[in-house]
């Protein structure tokens, strides 16, 4: 009788090997990048022509883009005069939006540019997840990311420049988890040329590779410095120097440190944060990267800074799947990370399969209130009353006109006026003026007569050329 040998152990397979699944890992994330854009794209399409106007920030930001698709200074009027949009918040990398204005000059276009970031982020994340975690579970955390509540809420509220930072976050974080640090660098960044708080985030993932990757030490230390120094010159420097006020405008809305932890709305956010990143994601070093946008937000006395609504989110989904990711281990060579260990064993697959279903939920228990749902709803669908009363007030507008407008067309008046807000503190005085009844920024009070209203806003005898479905147009006399 032969004695019994053990079984030769199974080999793992290694990192750098093509994983399981070739055929998921090969087209689901592309699928989800196509399904993420078209769905986003589409909201905003939805929104542009029925005339939902969140905020004044899409026409702001389509200012921004025509000035630089002129190849002129980012000149925002909307703001005020002379008001250089750089001098607001630092964000050279819009530049890139020229050519999307040179392509199609419309606001709209900046919001199909935001859907295509918005999914071509889920491109690496979710390779990346396939390669770890399997073609279910990586397909599904793909998924749960391109459609989670911070970039639906982004979308919603429609274009800013953090549009950028999300696929750049993307793109910095899968390689350093790749271990490639280098790349990691590289991608990380032109960050700081998206917002000037973002200085700080790539700061700490600079010091994050410098204790966590030694071989790569200079590399992380040269990130951080770079990023530090920007954070720097761009805040006390840069933004005060071209604001027309000589200072940072956002430094009065930091409230005191004590206010963090309050209200409860805040640790609302934050129990929606861990729960994005699967609960587990809590014990990756690279949670720690949301704390400086957390920071500035919690310490900041504006409500909208606190809740899960609006942009602000946005930037935190990246980091949310990648700490999620490493936390998880990758299923090819064992390993896990488990707070600064990097050799755990990797989570049986109930614990995985649970914190992949924890961070879709996150965004699924929010129901009805996900955005993403208006654009499968027919009603939503069927243009708005107002928009045929609109395009005739624009179109009676000399093209040209220096124009004061409300904040729901602002956004379509930009490419064929000069235009600023009529409640603005701009002292030129406007060419026409079209003013919404139905605008949130009348407080429920719009002036029964716009014309007398504007003749007594700029001194000038203006009369009424346009009025219909709630727009009036008065021009001057």
Known sequence: MDTPTAAPPVPRRSASEPPDGGLVRALVPGLLAIAATLAYGLLGSQQFRNLVARSWDLGIFTQLARAYGELRAPIVPIKGDDVNLLGDHFHPLLVLLAPVWWVWPSGEA??????????????????????????????????????????????????????????LLALALTALLRERVRTSVLWAAPLVFVKEDLGLTVALLGVLIALRHRPHRVEGVALAGWSAGWFVLSTFVILPLLNTTGQYDYTDNLGSPLEVFWPPVKWLTVLMLVLTAGVIGARSPLIWLMVPTLAWRFTGTVEFYWDWYWHYNAVLMPIALA?????????????????WRRDAPVPVRRIRATAVVASALVTLLLGSAMPILDVVRPSKWEPTWRAEPAAAALEAVPDGSVLAVDITLMAHAVPEHEVQWLHGPNQRVPDCMLSDHYAFSWAGDPPQDPALWAQQEWGTEYRTVFEDGGFTVVCRA
């Open 110 to 167: 900046l919001l199909w540019t935001q859907a295509l970031l918005f999914g071509l982020s889920a491109i690496p994340l979710t390779t990346l997840a396939i390669d770890r975690l399997g073609p279910r579970l990586g397909s599904l955390a793909g998924g749960a990311y391109v459609f989670s509540f911070g970039l639906q809420s982004a979308a919603a509220v429609q274009f800013h420049e953090i549009a950028f930072a999300v696929p």
């Open 323 to 339: 700490a999620m990711l490493e936390a998880l281990g990758d299923r090819r060579t064992g390993r896990a990370v488990a707070w």
